[in-house]
């Protein structure tokens, strides 16, 4: 059974920039959340998918998008980066939507 | 004022030591999840409980659901101990997580 991983592991973009942040779920796993973590905080709730629907979305502008594909995996789309985007971005996947969630390493961000 | 609150925010410990460290939330909650976090980021969870006491080696997390407050346990600290360890609530409507700000944890030998 292969865990939560996430890619790539660091990220340097610039102010105005897109990203695209990628996570594949745990086996078995139909549900994905995103969070993002700024430095000495802890992670801030950006969104769920479940079965490919987003399922939930906290206080995150909608330059802040997802997808989840067929296979569970997921992507969260930033667009018009900012530098206050800078963080760690965290996914996690869970077997149902309200369970145990298992986290990625997750991606760290850095916006110039 | 923050949903989930954790104190102390910063504890340094001798190793042996038994530790303990508070968590607190405002609202309903179907679950509460104690993690750890390690430098570089990597998060795992230590434990999900929705009520009583749940025991894994020397790691004890309890929960008090009147009262809106968990504890976790941390007996005979070891300097591997040491990491940010968070607190994180599930409400009762919907499946995000929301967390408290962590408290970095040292265990100095």
């Known amino acids: 059974e292969t865990g939560v991983t996430q890619s790539p592991t660091h990220l340097i973009k610039t102010r105005g920039q897109q990203v695209t942040l990628r996570c594949s779920s745990q086996?078995?796993?139909?549900?994905v959340s995103w969070y993002q973590q700024a430095l000495g905080q802890g992670p801030q709730f950006i969104f769920q998918?479940?079965?490919?629907?987003?399922?939930g979305r906290g206080n995150f502008p909608p330059r802040f998008s997802g997808l989840q594909f067929p296979n569970y995996s997921s992507e969260l789309n930033v667009n018009a980066l900012e530098l206050d985007d800078s963080a760690l971005y965290l996914c996690?996947?869970?077997?149902?939507?309200?369970?145990?969630?298992?986290f990625g390493p997750g991606t760290r961000l850095l916006v110039l | 004022k923050n949903e989930v609150e954790q104190s102390p925010q910063n504890l340094t410990a001798q190793e042996g030591e038994f530790i303990t460290i508070n968590c607190s939330y405002s609202?309903?909650?179907?679950?509460l999840h104690w993690l750890q976090q390690h430098p570089g980021g990597g998060i795992v969870s230590l434990f999900m409980l929705s009520s009583g006491k749940k025991k894994h080696g020397r790691l004890i997390a309890t929960i008090n659901i009147q009262e809106k407050h968990s504890s976790l346990h941390i007996t005979a600290s070891h300097p591997r101990d040491s990491a940010v360890y968070i607190c994180a609530v599930r409400g009762t409507s919907g499946s995000r997580l929301t967390f408290g700000e962590g408290t970095q944890l040292t265990v100095n030998p």
């Open positions: 998918y479940y079965r490919e629907e987003e399922n």
């Open positions: 086996s078995g796993h139909n549900t």
């Open positions: 609202v309903g909650i179907s679950a």
């Open positions: 996690a996947s869970s077997l149902l939507a309200g369970g145990a969630q298992y």
